[in-house]
């Protein structure tokens, strides 16, 4: 008997770690961050000196690897992450993780070890999931599927105002929308568990609207399916 799960894909930047949290906080669930693992394993992979493109020993690494997440401390930051011991929080957000992760996240050996992590998380339920294939593959019987998705313009314009929220250095709009655009574009096309919207999924287009306007949305859906 488990508690239900809420499961939220969309492409990048279209604010699901934020309302993610969010959720998770207001309905005292908790919060897992996929993209986050899939980060982590990136970072792990550069940092062994091993080739992005080098399938068997990246599935040897990720079949031994440890990874941790704990829940923030505040709604605002995000989850603390860990693989084999390295506190890798603040590192799998940057620029060279970012740009290679969807390399490494297409890897079915890659999917294979880290969905069934996920897929232990969600045993007992009383999960909010989020990431790009949580509705379709990790919980397809998910009691809540949520489908977040933005402009490209408007989800560059908020990974800026994060950047300078955060006082890290600009980065044009115009290359932001080449990024997002080109990460959209290798996570939809791939050929394990593509980005899709499952066809239960509940789409919410979030241009124009605010966090909290997103949070209440999602809550509302769950507690209709109760
Ligand atoms: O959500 P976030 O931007 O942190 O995800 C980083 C990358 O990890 C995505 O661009 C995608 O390539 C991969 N990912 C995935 N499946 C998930 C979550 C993330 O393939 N469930």
């Known amino acids: 008997d488990r508690k239900p799960i809420i499961a939220i894909d969309g492409p990048a930047g279209a604010g699901k770690s934020t309302v993610a949290r969010q959720v998770a906080a207001n309905l005292g669930l908790i919060y897992l961050d996929t993209g986050a693992m899939y980060r982590a394993v990136t970072w792990l992979v ?53 740009s290679n992760v969807s390399a490494i996240a297409a890897q079915t050996a890659v999917r294979l070890s880290l969905v069934k992590q996920q897929q232990v998380w969600g045993k007992k339920g009383g999960l909010v999931a989020e990431g790009r294939d949580i509705g379709t593959q990790v919980f397809p019987d998910a009691e809540v599927k949520i489908y977040l998705t933005a402009s490209v313009s408007e989800r560059a314009r908020r990974r800026q105002s994060d950047f300078t929220k955060q006082g890290l250095p600009q980065i044009n709009l115009e290359q932001l929308e080449k990024d997002i655009a080109e990460r959209d574009w290798k996570d939809s096309t791939r050929k394990v568990s593509p980005l899709r919207k499952a066809p239960d999924a509940v789409e919410i287009q979030t241009d124009g609207l605010d966090i909290s306007d997103v949070t209440a949305k999602i809550i509302d859906c769950y507690e209709q399916r109760l």
């Open 46 to 98: 550069q940092q062994s000196g091993i080739s992005i493109s080098d399938e068997c020993a990246i599935a040897e690494l990720v079949s031994q690897c440890v990874i941790e997440l704990a829940p923030s401390q505040n709604l605002s930051s995000p989850v603390q992450v860990c693989i084999n011991g390295h506190d890798v929080t603040q590192k799998i957000r940057t620029p060279d993780v970012t």
